[in-house]
């Protein structure tokens, strides 16, 4: 076994998102390196999605990672998105998805946009087919001395996405309509 200095560049790269692969690397400086990357990708995942690291404990994001690494999802403020898309076609995890696991990935996919995006939207809405009354909100800061917020919203005239998940971007500070609706990028 190498240390990760000695690796072509697709084992290194591993080794910062599969623990497998971060397990198998002898002790080391890079092995170090290697374990806060991987913590870097696998907290930000993780922290935010409690009941769905209990829905399938660590494997459940390992193979997720594995799984967005062959679709080359984007590990952007979709990524609880991808989440989602990969949990219900996934086939030991599709079932077992709930209202409760749906709306804490919708949660923290727009809790990551309203602390990321630099664009000139002042919100995103996030909804989902299996549930169609309800849409997620991340809203930006409307001013210097307020903070962001995120908002779960009962809605009735506001069509599902075309796909399973699908968001959208308001220009403005309140919610008269839905934009048309964005899939998440495989």
């Known amino acids: 076994m190498h240390d990760i200095d000695e690796l072509a560049p ?3 790269y591993d080794a910062f998102l599969s ?6 690397l002898p002790d080391g400086p890079g092995k170090s390196l290697a374990e806060v990357a991987l913590r870097g990708v696998l907290h930000p995942l993780l ?3 409690v009941a769905i690291d209990r829905l399938g404990g660590g494997d459940i994001f390992e193979r997720f990672l594995a799984w967005a690494e062959e679709a080359r999802a984007s590990m952007g403020w979709q990524v609880h998105l991808s989440l989602i898309e990969w949990l219900a076609a996934d086939a ?4 077992r998805v709930t209202e409760e696991h749906l709306l804490e990935a919708m949660t923290a996919a727009a809790s990551r ?5 630099r664009g000139p939207a002042c919100g995103v809405v996030i909804g989902c087919r299996r549930l169609p009354d309800k ?6 800061c409307r001013a210097p001395d307020e903070g962001k917020r995120i908002e779960i919203m009962t809605v009735s005239d506001v069509p599902a996405p075309s796909r399973l ?9 309140d919610l008269d309509d839905v934009a048309p609706w964005s899939d998440v990028p495989p």
Do not use: H, N
């Open 10 to 12: 697709e084992a290194a």
């Open 19 to 24: 623990k497998v692969a971060w397990q198998a």
């Open 47 to 49: 922290d935010p999605c």
């Open 92 to 95: 030991v995890y599709r079932e």
């Open 113 to 117: 946009w309203a602390m990321l995006d």
């Open 135 to 140: 849409i997620v909100v991340g809203w930006k």
């Open 165 to 173: 998940i699908g968001w959208s971007t308001t220009l403005r500070f």
